[in-house]
């Protein structure tokens, strides 16, 4: 049995005081539901006050990056323990935006993954194919070496507690989402590569998707067998609609 895991990439959005607004809005909204893991990741500026702000709540905060080095000269770069000590236990690793935009690559990926495995906290590595990667039938090629590579040094153990997001890249902010087979297949591709890499028991592995999640195709997406929550953009900025999304995750068949 998989938990439904939800999670908010706010990107490049909402300033501290905007964030609070938001954290103090939501709370009342997702209260009730107490079966799904509910994640919320602001920008850095906001992630102290996000956390005090939902400290009662089951809402948990995540940073949407994380440098893999303990501390050093690394202008700009945000450690682990200083999101620690900021309330942060889960932090996004490997966005698509961050490997396009900011160059990261697998060995990138990895080294910041197996620094926040290691840490304790709760790692959600991105991994998804470009249109021109699916139109040459590359897919699961490139699912394989961004899973095999990005979690490689990893116990067991460790796999089966983090969550692998699948984003195609031609369904991220372009309004068109996966098709609920779409997502099944790459899915179901996934966890048969955390498999054979790391043993039966990486079958607990949370694989959520991402891409053009909206509250009108969430429970269609996530009703599918292999798929076990959203990593949403957009429609996670307002409140209620990312409260929608988290409802609807719930009508999961998992
Ligand atoms: P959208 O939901 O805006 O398509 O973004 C998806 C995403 O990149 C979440 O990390």
């Known amino acids: 049995m998989r938990r439904p895991f939800v999670a908010a990439n706010w990107k490049m959005h909402k300033t501290v005081a905007e964030s609070v607004t938001y954290a103090h809005a939501v709370v009342p909204l997702v209260e009730a539901i107490t079966d799904v893991d509910i ?3 602001p920008p850095f ?15 948990k ?27 942060v236990t889960v932090v996004i690793i490997g966005h698509s935006e961050r490997r396009q935009l900011f160059g990261e690559t697998d060995a990138g990926v990895n080294a910041k993954t ?29 699912l394989d070496r961004q899973v095999r590579d990005g979690l490689a040094g990893l116990s067991p153990e460790q796999v089966a507690t983090q969550v692998v ?31 054979s890499q790391f043993g039966d028991s990486a079958a607990a592995c949370r694989v959520i998707y991402g891409g053009s999640v909206k509250p009108g195709n969430v429970a269609e997406l996530v009703g599918q067998s292999e798929v076990d929550g959203a990593l949403v953009g957009g429609a996670s900025l ?10 609807g995750s719930r009508s999961t068949a998992i």
């Open 39 to 41: 994640v919320v990741a």
């Open 114 to 142: 197996r620094a926040t495995v290691g840490a304790g906290l709760t790692s959600i590595v991105c991994v998804g194919e470009t249109l021109e990667e699916r139109e040459a039938n590359r897919t699961f090629d490139i």
């Open 165 to 195: 997001a699948y984003e195609p890249v031609w369904a991220i902010g372009t309004g068109r989402n996966a098709t609920p087979d779409q997502a099944n297949e790459a899915h179901r591709h996934i966890r048969q590569q955390l498999v």
């Open 238 to 247: 307002d409140p209620t609609s990312f409260s929608e999304i988290v409802a």
């Open 45 to 59: 500026l906001a992630l102290p006050a996000m956390a005090d702000a939902l400290a009662d709540s089951r809402i």
């Open 61 to 87: 905060v995540a940073s949407q990056n994380v440098h893999a080095a303990s501390h050093g000269a690394f202008t700009g770069e945000v450690s682990l323990e200083m999101l620690q000590g900021s309330g």
